[in-house]
């Protein structure tokens, strides 16, 4: 009885095929790919099932071969995801830091833990994190900082009133960044695009916003950043 089903399925396979040949020459290469999967996804497992029937192969190897079109299918459909993770990876991911840089500081923001750190540039403490200096180094730190050099000061007491709970200076004035440095605040490669750079901006106000924990100067950078790079569009 079991080589019976085996003929009449390897005979339904034979004239379907012979059936479907004339139209299938005509179909485009894509459609003519998708079905022969297509065929190959419901023939496997059938052929399979009547090989064990029929005592000829061992339950196990028949069960891996009627996986195999499953197994191609789950391989393309992890190609197709690999775009999304670069792009989650450069947008949103773990890790993505957006920079504030001045002469004699750069502050990094790490949105997927939420913490902000940098180093200084200048000066007895060039090359130290800020994280590594205490309350007093730091209180140094600003007063070491030129009174002229506001941008300086501001991202520094920033941080200060960040990881001290305290209060901030008056901001300065926000000067347009220029394209280099838009990129580099918001943490994404030259050439994103509108999307890109939105998401982005987004995902900064979510950490810096005043409502929300950060300071008006971290802000009004992002807002800057953002109106540069999609007014350059």
Not at 165 to 174: F, H, L, M, N, Y
């Amino acid at each position: 009885m079991a080589k019976l089903v085996l003929a009449a399925v390897i005979a339904y396979l034979l004239w379907y095929g012979w059936q479907r040949g004339r139209a299938f020459r005509t179909l485009p290469p894509e459609r003519r790919r998708a079905l022969i999967w297509r065929g190959l996804s419901i023939g496997v497992p059938v052929i399979a099932l009547a090989l064990v029937l029929t005592g000829r192969v061992h339950w196990l190897t028949a069960a891996l071969a009627a996986l195999l079109p499953v197994a191609r299918g789950l391989f393309s459909a992890g190609l197709r995801a690999l775009p999304l993770l670069r792009l989650w990876r450069r947008a949103g991911g773990r890790g993505f830091a957006p920079r504030f840089r001045t002469a004699a500081l750069e502050i990094r923001v790490d949105l997927g833990s939420g913490a902000i750190d940098g180093q200084v540039l200048q000066g007895r403490h060039a090359g130290r994190r800020l994280s590594s200096l205490d309350r007093t180094e730091l209180d140094a730190l600003l007063a070491e900082l030129p009174a002229d050099d506001r941008r300086s000061r501001w991202l520094l007491n920033a941080y200060i009133a960040r990881r001290f709970q305290g209060s901030a200076e008056t901001p300065p004035t926000v000067d347009r960044p220029d394209e280099e440095e838009a990129w580099r605040i918001l943490g994404l490669q030259p050439g994103a695009d509108r999307d890109e750079i939105l998401r982005a901006h987004k995902r900064l106000m979510q950490r810096l916003h005043p409502d929300r924990g950060g300071n008006d100067y971290l802000a009004a950078k992002v807002n800057a950043a953002r109106d540069l790079l999609l007014g350059n569009r």
